[in-house]
């Protein structure tokens, strides 16, 4: 059988040897990225102007951003002008001073809650795991597809692997549908318009068709998989809820059919949901 080709050791790996660039590093290759070296880009700017704030120096006037960064104040003052309108700094009206603004708050807040989530949702991936002896996984929706951002692998010889980061289609993943059938109606056609591939003969590429399927897991409450993503596998999976009682990401598991036979996939689904529940409690779900 054919294995989906593992991603976890690379990440593991990549993150080892990251370090962080000061600012000065910053500075230094952004002079060089536009018109030959001449000038920095003005997306440089504002990233390397946002990055200057710190616990200790919450607010900076523009004179010290301008010698931190080596610009004109004038740069400076438009860069901070145009960051104030977008929400991402605001300007202290008694000192003239700059602070980061509630935007960027709200896009760390993103972040955070999709790492939020894969922290919270490990030890209930343990125990699917243990409860099913298959592979585990949690998936996000992210620019039309499904990510997986944390899985444990089966225990068992013949197995079907997984990765952190590897991105699969929604419209033929347990996951995907798992997620999508509990999206607004205009995110649902948006996904059909963008196309509906092909990926095995068992694969739903009819837009009625995968309308029908959706109805039948917002039903029964999960999402199943019959080799439509891969032929030898197949999946299930179930949505999980956030605080806002919206569907922020799936749990599945996923098993070679010579063991997931359909039958046992459905006697799979109480221990699915079980785990999708109380995930979701965890994050704050009380629907």
Not at 7 to 19: G, L, P, R, T, Y
Not at 51 to 73: C, M, V
Not at 141 to 168: A, M, Y
């Amino acid at each position: 059988m054919r294995r989906t080709r593992r991603m976890a050791d690379w990440c593991q790996s990549s993150n080892k040897f990251h370090i962080r660039e000061t600012l000065t590093e910053m500075v230094g290759r952004a002079r060089h990225a536009d018109d030959g070296g001449t000038r920095l880009s003005s997306v440089a700017n504002a990233i390397l102007l946002m990055k200057t704030f710190s616990d200790e120096q919450s607010e900076l006037g523009i004179s010290a951003l301008a010698e931190r960064l080596g610009l004109a104040k004038s740069t400076v003052h438009r860069l901070a002008s145009t960051l104030v309108e977008a929400g991402m700094l605001e300007q202290n009206k008694e000192t003239g001073k700059y602070r980061l603004g509630l935007a960027v708050f709200e896009l760390g807040s993103l972040v955070r809650r999709k790492i939020d989530i894969s922290f919270e949702a490990k030890p209930w991936l343990m125990t699917l795991r243990e409860q099913t002896g298959e592979t585990v996984d949690l998936s996000i929706l992210d620019h039309g597809g499904v990510v997986c951002v944390n899985f444990l692998e089966s225990q068992k010889v013949n197995r079907i692997s997984s990765g952190i980061g590897l991105r699969k289609p929604v419209h033929c993943t347990a996951e995907g549908k798992a997620l999508i059938a509990f999206q607004p109606p205009v995110m649902i056609e948006r996904i059909i318009h963008a196309g509906l591939e092909r990926r095995t003969p068992r694969t739903l590429v009819d837009p009625a068709q995968l309308q029908d399927e959706l109805a039948k897991i917002r039903a029964r409450g999960y999402a199943t998989d019959d080799e439509e993503y891969e032929l030898g596998v197949r999946g299930i999976a179930a949505p999980i809820s956030d605080d806002s009682g919206n569907s922020v990401a799936a749990v599945g598991v996923t098993g070679p059919t010579q063991r997931l036979t359909k039958n046992r996939l459905r006697a799979l689904a109480r221990y699915v949901n079980d785990a999708a529940k109380a995930i979701s409690l965890r994050l704050g779900d009380r629907s």
